[in-house]
């Protein structure tokens, strides 16, 4: 037990010295920082703006009118942010890491290499967008969807994590096959179209609903934890989401060290 | 014209090359009107016409998009910028090779590759007119408008994203620059939704901004949606467009190679 909490405290540090080392390194480049940010909010308010414009012209789709498709889109930028300043910048660096051979250098480190390649940068991006992301989440709340119990904030808390996991677990796995397909350097890329689908209510799929709620469980990026907080969610889904949370973060890493017997090691 | 030829096959083989990187920006290129489509579908559910719309045209919509973009929506600036980064650039200072030319054949070359993922989708789209018989006919299109439309289209697209490359002389890291044009240009070309459904007044303004000319112009020609003198009147703003960034282009190419330091050569 005691061997388990100071190997938690190791990552937790590393995780710090990480986090500073970036930091520093952003702070070198101010003016980048404030573009980013700024770049990154507008396109989560262009998102939101054709909404409205959609809107003038229907009431309601699928049972998703203005403001819940409002919440539902605050939400996917906010995991998305969230996610691409966690974990997608190290994802692009993946495929130079494998491709150049330069993995080994982390391999031999004595913590898990799936931890190393996923969360060695941090990138400061995503400041004004999830501010402004919040702060309209809050708003919708206060104004549409009061009174908010307590239970459900906790649950759409639980299901913002859970989307976040889930969707770094379905992205890792589509980069792995970088380790057979050396050429592929924009595999990155390839889970993104998929992902756009979290942007709608996961309602509109139809007879494909139950195939992205349990298999491809899309609908959790999204869809779900604005139905925590719009009070139409069935408590089995919060229960499902965090089983299906752990089986996919599970999956992702046996897959991991499945691909790591691939490895060729290019360069050495 | 010989050079261009070379040019071409060397960048069409290029291409072939990265045939599966190829697959996946195709994905990445229509993956925002599939999910646009699998949302106007469940939309259409409640009512039969949104803003003009039917579900049926709605779907042309989308998937002219799809085609428009694939044909027209080239990429020369990632290229560019890393090439004047890793002073890869000095060659079209050194060496006999046009800058312009060669970029412009290496664009096509990648859009034949595209068109070429996209051709089971567009035999679809044809057996399904086919069969459902919705009184869409070839002949019914003005071809020479159209091409002439998606032909301006390529070039501003080309030279606008040129001259975005070229920034990388003054800002070394142009990415945000890419990114900002970007996301502008997917909101008001008519990529997320179709631009008529924007209020009058934004639609109006945005008729002279260069992005419309890029996406829904063209589309509009091929699905017939505007009178013969607004085709008449757009056609020449494209124009106006394409020959203000050509201008801008020469210039930034001019300016920059001032400043260029070539490293690493």
Not at chain 1, 167 to 175: A, H
Not at chain 1, 179 to 193: C, K
Request: charge should be positive; charged fraction near 10%; include cysteine.
């Amino acid at each position: 037990m005691r061997l388990m909490v100071t190997k938690k405290l190791r990552y937790l540090k590393l995780y710090k010295a990480f986090f500073k080392n970036c930091l520093i390194r952003e702070m070198e480049f101010r003016s980048h920082f404030i573009i980013q940010n700024i770049v990154s909010a507008v396109w989560a308010l262009i998102v939101l703006v054709t909404f409205l414009f959609i809107f003038n012209h229907v009431s309601s789709v699928n049972g998703w009118d203005l403001h819940s498709m409002l919440l539902l889109t605050a939400i996917y930028f906010l995991v998305d942010r969230i996610f691409d300043s966690l974990f997608e910048i190290n994802l692009w660096d993946l495929t130079t890491l494998v491709n150049t051979g330069n993995l080994d250098t982390i391999l031999t480190k004595p913590v898990s290499s799936q931890f190393m390649v996923s969360l060695r940068k941090f990138s400061f991006s995503m400041f004004f967008s999830n501010l402004a992301m919040i702060g309209l989440i809050i708003y919708l709340i206060i104004n549409f969807y009061s009174p908010i119990s307590f239970i459900q904030i906790i649950s759409f808390l639980i299901l913002i994590i859970c989307s976040i996991v889930i969707t770094y677990s379905l992205w890792f796995i589509s980069v792995l096959p970088i380790f057979w397909w050396g050429r592929l350097d924009n595999i990155h890329h390839l889970f993104r179209p998929f992902h756009q689908l979290g942007r709608v209510p996961i309602d509109v799929t139809g007879s494909l609903k139950p195939f992205f709620t349990y298999i491809f469980p899309l609908a959790f990026v999204s869809t779900i934890p604005a139905q925590a907080i719009i009070g139409n969610l069935s408590y089995w889904l919060l229960f499902y989401g965090i089983i299906i949370s752990i089986v996919l973060l599970v999956i992702s890493n046996k897959l991991w060290n499945f691909s790591l017997r691939y490895y060729t090691s290019a360069s050495s | 014209m010989r050079k261009f030829f070379s040019y071409f096959s060397i960048a069409l083989s290029d291409a072939f090359v990265y045939k599966a990187a190829g697959f996946i920006w195709m994905l990445n290129d229509i993956g925002p009107a599939i999910v646009g489509l699998i949302f106007w579908k469940a939309a259409f559910n409640s009512s039969v016409n949104i803003g003009g719309y039917t579900l049926q045209s709605m779907i042309f919509y989308y998937l002219g998009i799809m085609l428009v973009n694939t044909l027209v929506a080239t990429h020369p600036q990632y290229d560019l910028s890393d090439q004047i980064r890793s002073g890869n650039f000095s060659k079209y200072l050194t060496k006999p090779i046009n800058i312009t030319t060669s970029k412009i054949a290496g664009s096509i070359a990648w859009r034949v590759i595209r068109f070429i993922y996209l051709l089971p989708v567009i035999l679809l789209i044809n057996i399904y007119l086919y069969k459902s018989n919705q009184g869409f006919s070839y002949l019914n299109l003005n071809i020479i408008f159209l091409t002439l439309s998606l032909i301006m289209a390529f070039l501003l697209n080309f030279f606008i994203k040129m001259s975005l490359g070229l920034a990388t002389f003054w800002f070394t890291e142009a990415g945000w620059l890419f990114f900002t044009y970007r996301i502008i240009n997917t909101f008001l070309s008519g990529e997320l939704i179709p631009l008529d459904l924007f209020p009058q007044s934004v639609f109006n303004l945005i008729s002279y901004l260069p992005f419309k000319y890029m996406l829904f112009f063209p589309l509009s020609i091929a699905l017939n949606k505007q009178s013969y003198l607004n085709t008449v009147q757009g056609l020449l703003i494209q124009l106006f467009w394409c020959l203000v960034f050509y201008l801008i282009y020469k210039l930034v190419l001019k300016k920059g190679i001032k400043v260029y330091e070539a490293y690493g050569n």
